[in-house]
């Protein structure tokens, strides 16, 4: 799951202060494959995403299997009122956060 870092340490803080200690799954709810996920980020950078080629996870030959679907929960969080923005609000923010600070350079 994407999670921009912002929004994870905005959830992390809130958990700490409210004394919250276990696992919490501070992730996107959304699901999103890598190949997906890198279109977005080319789309929203002004890149061509038909650029971007997905290969079966098969082709990177991992020592470790690889689940094809996987998403966590984040029910508990949702329970103490924290979510975290959808990919696409928090891409548009890195994106205008560039443009003001040039934080990540071209």
């Known amino acids: 799951s994407a999670t921009y870092v912002r929004d994870l340490v905005s959830a992390v803080l809130r ?3 409210e004394g919250k200690t ?3 799954n501070v992730v996107n709810p959304q699901e999103f494959s890598k190949e997906a996920l890198a279109r977005e980020y080319a789309a929203a950078f002004g890149l061509d995403p038909r650029l971007i080629v997905g290969k079966p996870a098969a082709y990177f030959n991992s020592a470790a ?14 329970a ?6 959808p990919v696409q609000e928090a891409v548009a923010e890195m994106k205008k956060r560039k443009a003001e600070d040039d934080v990540y350079p071209a």
């Open 15 to 17: 958990l700490l202060a």
């Open 80 to 85: 103490l009122g924290i979510s975290i923005r």
């Open 65 to 78: 299997p690889r689940p094809s679907h996987a998403v966590l929960s984040t029910g508990k969080i949702e």
């Open 22 to 24: 276990g696992v919490y």
